[in-house]
Nanobody, 127 residues
C-alpha cells in the first residue's frame, strides 16, 4: 500500500529557508515519478518540482528555479524539497505525490497525472 507522509512545514520570514520531507512506503523511489505540489488558498494545485530519480531527470516550475531543490534518501525512503529564499507567494499547502505506473512520464508535473498523495504540510512565508 502506497503511503506518503509530509512534514517540515512552518512559518518563516521572507528570505529564509525550509526543508520539507516526504516519507514514502509501499513503492521504490527509484521506480516511479515523484513530485512536490502546492496549493494556495483560492488557487489550483500546481506542480513545484517533479523527478524521475532513476533517469536523473527533474522538472522545476519557473517560479522556484534556482531556489528549490528536490532530492531523496533511499535509506530513509524520504524525498526532500529544500526551499531557499522563500517569498510570501510561496505560501501554500505542500504535497508530495507519486503515480500508479512506473512508465508514467510525470515530468510535466501535472497534478492530474499523479495518483497517490500525502496529507500536505503548511508553509507560510511572512513579508
Amino acid at each position: 500500500q502506497v503511503q506518503l507522509v509530509e512534514s517540515g512545514g512552518g512559518l518563516v520570514q521572507s528570505g529564509e529557508s525550509l526543508t520539507l520531507s516526504c516519507v514514502a512506503s509501499g513503492f521504490s523511489l527509484d521506480d516511479y515519478p515523484i513530485g512536490w505540489f502546492r496549493q494556495a488558498p483560492g488557487k489550483e494545485r500546481e506542480g513545484v518540482s517533479c523527478s524521475r530519480f532513476n533517469d536523473l531527470t527533474t522538472h522545476y516550475a519557473d517560479s522556484v528555479k534556482g531556489r528549490f531543490t528536490i532530492s531523496k534518501d533511499n535509506v530513509k525512503k524520504t524525498v526532500y524539497l529544500q526551499m531557499m529564499n522563500l517569498r510570501p507567494e510561496d505560501t501554500a499547502v505542500y504535497y508530495c505525490a507519486t503515480t500508479n505506473d512506473p512508465m508514467d512520464y510525470g515530468l510535466d508535473c501535472i497534478p492530474d497525472d499523479y495518483d497517490h498523495w500525502g496529507q500536505g504540510t503548511q508553509v507560510t512565508v511572512s513579508s
